[in-house]
């Protein structure tokens, strides 16, 4: 029903930039009234989540390990979600993932809370 295709993944050096995107398939409505979230998995590890943005932009969510660093954005009317990492650490090195909860009402999130995700895309940062 939902596709979530992310992009912007790659090999970085650390201190450097990427920005990841997600654009979805849903209905303009349907997106509009979903949560958008970035999950990660380091290798071995278990996943994370880095940032939420809420439908409305209300509600903001980022990790303490990225927040000053990530930035969470989305734009409704082309069903895009994107999240701008910046002075990348190597400890960031992670399979990225979007995700959306449907739900409407959630104010905070885990993981499981998401009903939809994308396929990952790698990011890789290098010392």
């Known amino acids: 029903q939902v596709q979530l295709v992310e992009s912007g993944g790659g090999l970085v050096q650390a201190g450097g930039s990427l920005r990841l995107s997600c654009a979805a398939s849903?209905?303009?409505?349907?997106?509009?009234?979903?949560?958008m979230g970035w999950i990660r998995q380091p290798p071995g590890k278990a996943r994370e989540l880095v940032a939420v943005?809420?439908?409305?932009?209300?509600?903001?969510y980022y990790a303490e390990s990225v927040k000053g660093r990530f930035t969470i954005s989305r734009d409704n009317a082309r069903n895009t979600v994107w999240l701008q990492m910046n002075s990348l650490k190597p400890e960031d090195t992670a399979m990225y993932y979007c995700?959306?909860?449907?739900?409407?009402?959630?104010?905070?999130?885990?993981?499981?809370?998401?009903?939809?995700w994308g396929q990952g895309t790698q990011v890789i940062v290098s010392s």
């Open positions: 995700a959306a909860d449907s739900s409407t009402w959630r104010t905070s999130w885990v993981p499981g809370d998401f009903n939809y």
């Open positions: 849903a209905s303009r409505r349907s997106f509009n009234n979903y949560a």
């Open positions: 943005i809420s439908w409305n932009d209300r509600t903001i």
